[in-house]
């Protein structure tokens, strides 16, 4: 039975997200929201991530699905890498499109509004956070790598209101000016529904990954990359 019979003939797009320590993956269809799972947990996307999906689709009601969308990053490394390897797979499997979202932009999504501008903020390590600005769910500034007090403060000279998403928001010190508010806390962190739904969004438009050469968006190297070049760099000073 196809997942077309099951719900009259509705597209149906599977949302993975697992560029945070929270793993979140959804059912929509193109009249709703069908079935959503997040879970933050102690096991790694490896271990959870294939049996919530299996969750999710029995709670929708369907066996599988005509896409898949899957949040890009940037984000966890292995996160990362864990997503997007799930959704090849599924996509190889059930020969169905695959469609790659930015994963701040999913973020972003959580405002729809062009009255406030939303900075979604992810851990990039060292006090740093991925930074991008977003109005209306479309961006307004190039993705950043910079630190996190730099970023809520900076936000203050931004017209109008702000509200400060991600991971790291606990991990400001610094007053935040009088424009700039921390997003309530259900609107914080990327969520599956949010990736499938700006995966539609690239579906309408023609906008189809290729899954044989899609990529996380990583932004900069691993620890281990850079780990790896600097003792190259001593090795050929000695």
Aim: hydrophobic fraction near 45%; proline fraction near 5%.
């Amino acid at each position: 039975m196809s997942a077309r019979t099951i719900r009259g003939g509705n597209l149906l797009i599977l949302g993975i997200e697992a560029a945070t320590r929270v793993a979140s993956v959804a059912v929509i269809s193109e009249e709703k929201i069908l079935a959503e799972i997040s879970q933050e947990a102690r096991l790694t996307h490896s271990e959870t991530l294939l049996p919530q999906i299996e969750q999710v689709l029995k709670i929708a009601g369907v066996e599988r699905v005509d896409a898949v969308a899957v949040s890009l990053g940037p984000g966890s490394f292995t996160g990362l890498r864990i997503g997007l390897a799930t959704a090849k797979a599924l996509a190889y499997a059930w020969q169905i499109k695959i469609l790659g979202v930015p994963t701040l932009q999913a973020i972003a999504y959580h405002f729809p509004t062009s009255s406030a501008t939303v900075l979604p903020m992810l851990d990039a390590q060292k006090n740093r956070a991925y930074v991008q600005a977003f109005r209306a769910g479309a961006p307004v500034s190039k993705l950043e790598v910079k630190p996190v007090d730099e970023i809520a403060t900076s936000a203050g000279s931004i017209d109008g209101e702000v509200f400060l998403c991600g991971d790291v928001l606990g991990k400001i010190k610094v007053p935040l000016p009088p424009n700039v508010k921390i997003a309530p806390v259900n609107l914080r962190m990327p969520r599956a529904v949010n990736v499938a739904l700006c995966g539609k969004f690239l579906l309408d438009a023609g906008e189809i990954s290729n899954v044989m050469n899609l990529e996380p968006l990583y932004v900069r190297r691993s620890e281990a990359e850079e780990l790896w070049e600097r003792r190259q760099k001593l090795s050929s000073e000695k």
